[in-house]
């Protein structure tokens, strides 16, 4: 079955500190792996895709097939990153299915 | 601006009214879902679309219904709210082909 896994409900850090919030996902085939967040008071929008591999608001995320894992990184946690952060995977690369989403990490950056 | 819009963006009704949730895209997209969310919560897909006159059921039941006639349009009604349908509804799109979701902004309803 398909399925996307974040372990962590809640995740919190120190401002500087290095981050990583994983996600893992069960999938036969080649997916498309994406993070979503979602800031107080705001939609959830898309931070980046795999298949772009870029840093974005100095995140990066790589696509480990072996190991069947997203992660998202950080390497210096900022207070601004502190929200919610959905892994989610469209199977068939994207161009069937609905998105799979995880429950979800929520992510708390202290000052 | 291409954007996808909600409305409203907070409803508190009584026991037994019927409510309509609007969603518009001016994206072009031809697929469309609705999501309920608890706030801080895991994403539930309730309906989607992937196209006019076609609407599926999504992973969890819910007592809601939708359309499709046009589009951009995709609204979402309960015929007779409940407390246990108070929740935040999120509204998204995307284009044939494409991964990358869009979200509108949610509407929370509050029933009493």
């Known amino acids: 079955a398909q399925r996307v896994t974040q372990p962590e409900k809640l995740l919190s850090v120190f401002k500087g500190a290095p981050v990583e919030l994983k996600c893992n996902y069960s999938y036969s085939g080649s997916p498309e792996l994406f993070w979503y967040v979602q800031y107080s008071r705001q939609r959830l929008q898309l931070l980046l895709r795999h298949i772009s591999r870029e840093s974005i608001k100095g995140f990066t995320a790589d696509l480990n097939k072996g190991e069947t894992s997203f992660h998202l990184k950080k390497p210096f946690a900022q207070e601004e990153d502190s929200a919610m952060y959905y892994c989610?995977?469209?199977?068939?690369?994207?161009?069937?299915?609905?998105?799979?989403f995880g429950k979800g990490t929520k992510l708390s950056v202290k000052p | 601006e291409a954007d996808i819009y909600q409305t409203p963006r907070y409803l508190v009704i009584g026991t037994g009214k019927k409510i309509t949730l609007e969603c518009s895209q001016t994206m072009g997209h031809d697929k469309m879902y609705w999501y309920q969310q608890d706030p801080g919560m895991e994403l539930h897909l309730i309906h989607y679309s992937y196209g006019v006159n076609s609407t599926e059921k999504g992973d969890l039941s819910s007592e809601s219904t939708v359309s499709r006639i046009r589009t951009e349009h995709f609204p979402l009604t309960l015929e007779s709210a409940r407390p246990s349908h108070t929740s935040q509804y999120l509204c998204a799109s995307r284009k044939q082909g494409a991964g990358e979701l869009f979200f509108g902004e949610g509407s929370r309803l509050t029933v009493l």
């Open positions: 989610a995977l469209s199977p068939y690369g994207g161009s069937q299915g609905n998105l799979i």
